[in-house]
């Protein structure tokens, strides 16, 4: 079982910056994939942005151009650099792992909230 456990959020003002962290438990070469996810009051969970063992990386269309994912092999850890933040980017932040038999966990989620 992948444990992962995120940090990071906290309450910005509008324009600021935040970096949310995800540590997994175990290897993030036995991981495929990780991702954020995130989800306001209301509103369905969207992915915010993911990458793979390879690199590649996926993002949403909101996020493009502001946020930023990134990976530390070493520290089995997954950044979520977050910039020019908006008030609709408030919203519970999830973190994500597809591990390399396609099972999916998650965090327990972190609070992001932006005031206008």
């Known amino acids: 079982q992948v444990q992962l456990v995120e940090s990071g959020g906290g309450l910005v003002q509008a324009g600021g910056s935040l970096r949310l962290s995800c540590a997994a438990s175990?290897?993030?070469?036995?991981?495929?994939?990780m991702g954020w996810y995130r989800q306001a009051p209301g509103k369905q969970r969207e992915l915010v942005a993911a990458?793979?063992?390879?690199?590649?990386?996926k993002s949403g269309d909101s996020v493009k151009g502001r946020f930023n994912i990134s990976r530390d092999n070493a520290k089995n850890t997954v950044y979520l650099e977050m910039n020019s933040l908006k008030p609709e980017d408030t919203a519970v932040y999830f973190c994500?792992?597809?591990?390399?038999?396609?099972?999916?966990?998650w965090g327990q989620g972190t609070q992001v909230t932006v005031s206008s």
């Open positions: 994500a792992a597809r591990d390399n038999h396609y099972d999916e966990h």
């Open positions: 990458i793979t063992n390879s690199g590649a990386i």
């Open positions: 175990t290897s993030i070469f036995s991981i495929n994939a």
